[in-house]
């Protein structure tokens, strides 16, 4: 068995992946054709319109996106369909999504029909796949203290049944980390874990404020982190995971080539690391092909694949009878085709 048809039937968890990111040109085509505008339902022009120049353009293409989520119908249907092609094409078992109701409710619609929606989705992927699904609360860091101010609201006075963490996303430069603490303060004092995005397009100094000052215990990308080896030591001393997703690294300008991806610098100051696909359609990448990318940056064997896959179900959030059983099916696994 190759090392891609390994990693293929692998049982999988997955950290690092954003709720409307995770839309495949076959999703988005349905909701353009619901709602005809911007984003064009043709697969062919779809694939094109996602090509990104930069990260700002990245995000000008993820926003026309979340434009195109305007009913709790849509939100269902989005959801449902991508834990579909989670558990389907991935072999996914336990994914914690990163879910940004700001951008919704800014756009009009009420926090509890969409949480609702959310909700009925987790529920029913669970019935139908057997896919384990958490989510994070995002705040969307170009939108500011409002933002901040909104989804804090949401995840303490409507939170679903499953919200596990709080996270900063969206444009790093001229989005000072600082400014959250109050509301990292407020979400871990509730029981929250602390999950920003830092040092993807900013230094490392990013990745220090997301330590210091909003109590990271993982960190989204993290990039930079390699640029300083006393934070390298500071994130292995005390096991704060960096969630690496290499393609969303070039295709975003944050990493020039994968030649110089600082995966294995990671690995070998001895911080704990999870492979992860990010916004994986808009990338034009799957979480296998993550993990085939980061054996390769890693000279893996089936063996230290199976060590990534559980390393991400022991830095999760899942309950603990849901480790011990993905645990058990990667060992098996493992055994069977290693």
């Not at 994986?280 to 993990?291: A, C, S, V």
């Amino acid at each position: 068995m190759s090392i891609t048809d390994f990693i293929a039937g692998l049982p999988k968890a997955e950290l690092h992946v954003h709720h409307v990111g995770s839309v495949s040109p076959r999703i988005v085509s349905e909701l353009a054709e619901r709602h005809p505008g911007v984003v064009p339902s043709d697969p062919d022009a779809l694939r094109e319109f996602f090509e990104f120049r930069d990260f700002a353009h990245f995000v000008e293409v993820y926003l026309a996106v979340v434009d195109l989520i305007r009913t709790p119908e849509d939100v269902r249907m989005l959801t449902y369909e991508v834990a579909r092609e989670m558990s389907e094409g991935q072999q996914l078992r336990y994914a914690e999504l990163t879910v940004t109701p700001y951008n919704s409710t800014v756009r009009g619609m009420g926090i509890e029909p969409f949480t609702e929606a959310i909700e009925d989705a987790r529920v029913a992927a669970e019935r139908d796949f057997g896919l384990v699904l958490r989510w994070i609360y995002d705040i969307p860091g170009e939108s500011g203290i409002p933002a901040a101010e909104a989804t804090l609201d949401y995840a303490l006075n409507h939170a679903p049944d499953a919200l596990v963490g709080f996270g900063l996303g969206g444009p790093e430069i001229g989005v000072p980390r600082p400014q959250f603490k109050p509301h990292f303060d407020a979400a871990r004092a509730a029981g929250l874990r602390s999950v920003p995005h830092a040092g993807e397009t900013t230094g490392p100094e990013t990745v220090w404020d997301a330590v210091r000052l909003l109590g990271a215990e993982r960190i989204g990308h993290g990039t930079s982190s390699a640029q300083d080896p006393e934070l390298l030591a500071h994130l292995a001393r005390h096991g704060i995971v960096l969630e690496v997703c290499p393609t969303s690294n070039i295709a975003t300008r944050a990493v020039e080539t994968l030649d110089v991806h600082p995966l294995r610098t990671f690995v070998e100051a001895g911080v704990p690391v999870t492979i992860n696909s990010d916004d994986p359609p808009m990338f034009g990448t799957t979480l296998n092909e993550e993990y085939a990318v980061a054996a390769d940056l890693l000279d893996l064997d089936e063996a230290g694949v199976a060590t990534l896959a559980h390393t991400a179900v022991a830095a999760s959030y899942a309950p603990d009878d849901v480790k011990e059983r993905v645990h058990a099916e990667i060992d098996g696994y493992l055994a069977e085709h290693g």
